[in-house]
């Protein structure tokens, strides 16, 4: 029958056969247990210097958020495994927490947890391989221990170190049995046990990674139905997006943004276009490819912007030609996504080519009209006095006619330079109204 280990500490502890401390020499020296915190001591290696720290140890078990958890089926047939292959009556996974040690599984023990300083596997994680104990009454850390001075308390153990791939140890897979085994364990018995701590590691590791997955998933699932004010799926809200990505009139282009050693951005590489991306620049197959690759003298001020938003952080928005692009001019929002450190870019842009060929049309006819007006503005009084093919004067009207210098087409025969002909007011003012 399985003893109540927990009930055994508390009535240990109040029995006037067990001391209640270890003597000083034990404490520091031996056990390495500190009864005041009740935290483990780190492990120090032949020249002094600690091999781990316990906050790192104790920070790398919270991240498997193991502890407190509820059994599971995977764990309990490690410890029957085990417990069967020695045949031992006391199996346990063993997790060295603050001021506690935690049982993630056990057999023949009958608790979930028992205080730090009567833990054994305390101290096995401060070694640097596989702990065995023939004897528990012979090994002077534990004589006192209430769990073995105990009416068929625990005599032998065998503990193999539960380690991150950091080296960090997090507690034990151990077996124990109420009689000594002067004889230890044989090299068989070792193997299976550090193969089987070995498969415990494995599962913790495979609990931290689904864990962060589904933490991940649930952060991408909120995001996605944020955006898309959506109360679906994920799946579905990606397909919305994709539908939306694909339908965009606009270009649409996710980028990767490369420097040189000086920080200043050298190129970008297209990580994904939508079809609209082609008709808007021209570029085909541009997934997958860099921009120097496909027009080796597109202007560095695209790259300046682009990576100044991938280190700021800063949205722009702003209008520029591309003179590699067929001399396209482009409306752009630009804006980082993703971490710092990947160095994306999504851009949203629109060719406006034909509207800025417009409005310098525009501008030219009305700097054009601005400069015949001043011409046509010449005071009556200092004009001559327009003439009929007869030669009589005409009087100023609307259909009078002022001198004003204009370029004409044809040269002059004797000096080739260009005629001065006229204008009417009235060509003046259909201008200007065209305009």
């Known amino acids: 029958m399985a003893a109540n280990w927990a009930a055994i500490w508390h009535t240990g502890l109040r029995s006037p056969f067990v001391p209640m401390e270890l003597p000083?020499?034990?404490?520091?020296?031996?056990?390495?247990?500190?009864?005041?915190?009740?935290?483990?001591?780190?492990?120090?290696?032949?020249?002094?210097?600690?091999?781990?720290?316990?906050?790192?140890r104790l920070a790398a078990l919270d991240r498997y958020g193991i502890l407190d958890t509820p059994r599971e089926s995977e764990f309990d047939d490690i410890v029957r495994l085990a417990a069967d292959t020695f045949g031992a009556p006391i199996a346990v996974v063993n997790l060295i927490a603050s001021g506690r040690q935690w049982f993630k599984a056990e057999v023949g023990i009958g608790a979930r947890e028992l205080p730090l300083d009567v833990s054994i596997c305390a101290h096995a994680i401060l070694q640097n391989d596989t702990m065995v104990i023939p004897d528990t009454r012979?090994?002077?850390?534990?004589?006192?221990?209430?769990?073995?001075?105990?009416?068929?308390?625990?005599?032998f153990y065998a503990?193999?170190?539960?380690?991150?791939?950091?080296?960090?140890?997090?507690?034990?897979?151990?077996?124990?049995?109420?009689?000594?085994?002067?004889?230890?364990?044989?090299?068989?018995?070792?193997?299976?046990?550090?193969?089987?701590?070995?498969?415990?590691?494995?599962?913790?590791?495979?609990r931290r990674v689904i864990g962060l997955q589904h933490?991940?998933?649930?952060?991408?699932?909120?995001?996605?139905?944020?955006?898309?004010?959506?109360?679906?799926?994920?799946?579905?809200?990606?397909?919305?997006y994709r539908s939306l990505f694909n339908s965009l009139d606009a270009g649409f282009c996710i980028v990767e943004v490369a420097f040189d050693t000086s920080g200043a951005a050298t190129d970008y590489r297209f990580l994904e276009i939508n079809p609209a991306f082609v008709r808007q620049t021209g570029?085909?197959?541009?997934?997958?490819?860099?921009?120097?690759?496909?027009?080796?003298?597109?202007?560095?001020?695209?790259?300046?912007?682009?990576?100044?938003?991938?280190?700021?952080?800063?949205?722009?928005?702003?209008?520029?030609?591309?003179?590699?692009?067929?001399?396209?001019w482009y409306d752009v929002h630009a804006f980082r996504v993703g971490d710092v450190d990947a160095h994306l870019v999504a851009i949203l842009f629109n060719d406006i080519t034909e509207?800025?060929?417009s409005e310098l049309r525009r501008?030219?006819?009305?700097?054009?009209?601005?400069?015949?007006?001043?011409?046509?503005?010449?005071?009556?009084?200092?004009?001559?006095?327009?003439?009929?093919?007869?030669?009589?004067?005409?009087?100023y009207g609307s259909d009078?006619?002022?001198?004003?210098?204009?370029?004409n087409t044809s040269p002059s025969r004797t000096t080739g330079a260009p005629k001065v002909t006229t204008a009417s007011p009235g060509d003046i003012a259909y201008l200007t109204m065209a305009i």
Request: glycine share 6%; charged share 30%.
């Open 215 to 240: 933490a991940h998933g649930t952060q991408l699932e909120a995001e996605m139905r944020q955006r898309h004010n959506a109360e679906t799926a994920r799946r579905l809200a990606d397909d919305r």
């Open 400 to 407: 009078s006619a002022v001198s004003i210098p204009r370029a």
């Open 355 to 357: 509207r800025r060929r």
């Open 24 to 56: 000083a020499r034990a404490l520091f020296e031996a056990s390495s247990v500190r009864n005041d915190s009740m935290n483990v001591s780190p492990a120090r290696s032949q020249s002094g210097q600690a091999d781990w720290d316990e906050r790192d």
């Open 138 to 155: 012979l090994d002077e850390r534990f004589v006192r221990n209430p769990l073995v001075t105990a009416t068929n308390g625990l005599r």
């Open 283 to 328: 570029l085909i197959d541009a997934e997958g490819k860099w921009m120097r690759e496909l027009a080796p003298n597109h202007e560095q001020h695209w790259f300046d912007v682009y990576g100044q938003v991938a280190i700021t952080g800063e949205a722009v928005r702003f209008e520029n030609p591309a003179k590699a692009l067929n001399d396209r």
């Open 159 to 206: 503990g193999a170190l539960l380690k991150t791939e950091q080296g960090l140890p997090l507690g034990t897979l151990c077996v124990l049995d109420r009689e000594p085994r002067p004889q230890g364990i044989t090299d068989h018995q070792r193997l299976t046990l550090e193969v089987l701590a070995r498969l415990v590691m494995t599962q913790l590791e495979m």
């Open 363 to 395: 501008n030219a006819l009305l700097s054009l009209g601005d400069r015949l007006r001043s011409r046509a503005t010449i005071p009556r009084s200092q004009a001559p006095r327009p003439r009929s093919s007869a030669g009589r004067s005409v009087p």
